[in-house]
């Protein structure tokens, strides 16, 4: 069973720190990371994906990938207000035949 | 592209009534993906296709649940009978390959 952990949260931050999401996921095979964002009543969307071990940036976000710790991370810089929403991790294989298995995700509040 | 579209968005019906989901993909998507979200199993795979085959449906609950994809552009969800613990929002995903996935808006469905 392929599983992916994240903290439930909420985690909140002040308007314009450093949002820091977490994700562990237990297949040694996973090859494929995607961070999908999913606003209250709405469907998820794709904000990161990674596929390499270190740090991709993509404007204030930064997803960052360490296989053999096992675990991915979202940073979001200078966080909105805007930002606040449950961010979801979800981790592909081949031996899952890439079908992402998705964490149940982390609520986000941003508070002015 | 108008992005995945579903029907209905709310369906509210009573226990042992017969539900049918809508799907239709982006054009040009090979995968099609259904999901269940509830506060607390999170975004479950129910079943998705290739090209319009079942590849994996180990995700389907019980046999009262039912999914079709008859041509590239169009897939069923079916439950019959209903009971109240299948009330939750049902997503449908499409994807090219194993790229990004991408949601439709979903449907609230209430069984009483």
């Known amino acids: 069973q392929k599983e992916v952990e994240q903290n439930s949260g909420p985690l909140s931050v002040p308007e314009g720190a450093i949002a820091s999401l977490n994700c562990t996921y237990s297949d040694r095979g996973s090859q494929s990371f995607f961070w999908y964002r999913q606003y209250s009543g709405k469907s998820p969307e794709l904000i990161m994906f990674?596929?390499?071990?270190g740090d991709k940036e993509d404007g204030r976000f930064t997803a960052q990938l360490n296989k053999a710790s096992q675990y991915v991370s979202l940073l979001i810089r200078d966080s909105q207000p805007s930002d606040s929403a449950t961010y979801l991790c979800?981790?592909?294989?081949?031996?899952?035949?890439?079908?992402?298995?998705f964490g149940r995700g982390t609520s986000l509040i941003v508070h002015p | 592209d108008a992005g995945v579209i579903q029907s209905p968005r709310h369906e509210v019906t009573e226990m042992g009534q017969e539900v049918t989901l809508r799907c239709k993909p982006i054009?040009?998507?090979?995968?099609l993906f259904w999901y269940r979200q509830t506060m607390m199993r999170g975004l479950e795979l129910l079943i998705y296709f290739n090209n319009n085959v079942p590849i994996d449906d180990s995700g389907m609950p019980e046999d009262r649940f039912s999914a079709k994809m008859p041509n590239a552009s169009f897939s069923t969800l079916k439950i019959q009978p209903s009971e109240p613990r299948d009330s939750a929002v049902y997503f449908c995903?499409?994807?090219?390959?194993?790229?990004?996935?991408?949601f439709g808006p979903g449907t609230r469905l209430t069984v009483l």
């Open positions: 995903a499409s994807s090219f390959l194993f790229d990004e996935q991408f």
């Open positions: 990674i596929y390499s071990n």
């Open positions: 979800a981790v592909a294989s081949s031996g899952g035949s890439y079908i992402p298995t």
């Open positions: 054009s040009g998507h090979d995968y």
